[in-house]
């Protein structure tokens, strides 16, 4: 059967590690990770996923020191410069009011088509789980009626995920997308972000067609 999940959301953890192993300053493993990003958006094409969800960083990320703050926030920049060039649908979804966000992806914080558009690309900048779901507070009590819950959501735009695939060899969620996430299967790599080889992504499809997809039900 050949069961290739429609929504795939990826957490490409490992790049400080990557950086320290070689004797780098932890900054330079941000942009390290950027031709991986392209290599795997790429393979998810051809392979007909047609949805993806990448972390750039998270609100909890800016506790960093200042120089890997600046590091990733231009790695954010340059990966957006970067997409222009693929044919995708492409979303920031994060907080814009706080300063922590490039003021340079502003204009796509609505969605952008580049080329032909084939895939949806969801970008998740200065995300925060607490963030995105303060959208459930708004919806006005003399309502008798409620909305889907993702609907509702600040990432409102971002569907359901059905696979997670994340980098690093660590085994939590990092508040990814916690409502579009609540179902979908995780599939771990021990290897580094920036050290990303198509075998991983290959391999992570296959596991995924053996699971028992049932929702719950």
Request: proline share 6%; net charge positive.
């Amino acid at each position: 059967m050949n069961k290739i999940p429609k929504h795939v959301g990826v957490i490409p953890d490992g790049n400080r590690r990557w950086a320290v192993k070689r004797g780098l300053p932890k900054k330079a493993g941000y942009d390290a990770g950027l031709p991986p990003g392209l290599a795997f958006l790429r393979l998810c094409i051809k392979e007909g996923v047609k949805e993806v969800t990448a972390y750039g960083f998270t609100q909890d990320n800016t506790k960093r020191a200042l120089d890997q703050r600046k590091a990733f926030q231009q790695a954010c920049i340059d990966g957006v410069e970067i997409i222009k060039g693929e044919d995708v649908r492409f979303l920031v979804v994060g907080d814009t009011e706080s300063p922590m966000f490039p003021k340079e992806l502003l204009p796509y914080t609505t969605r952008t088509t580049f080329g032909k558009g084939t895939i949806k690309v969801n970008f998740l900048v200065n995300y925060g789980w607490q963030w995105d779901l303060k959208g459930l507070t708004h919806w006005p009590q003399e309502k008798t009626k409620m909305p889907s819950v993702l609907k509702m959501l600040r990432s409102s735009d971002v569907s359901r995920i059905d696979l997670i695939m994340r980098w690093g060899g660590r085994r939590r969620l990092s508040g990814l997308l916690p409502a579009q996430a609540a179902y979908a299967d995780f599939y771990i790599i021990d290897e580094l972000w920036p050290d990303f080889k198509p075998e991983q992504f290959y391999q992570a499809l296959d596991w995924y067609k053996k699971q028992d997809i049932t929702l719950g039900g």
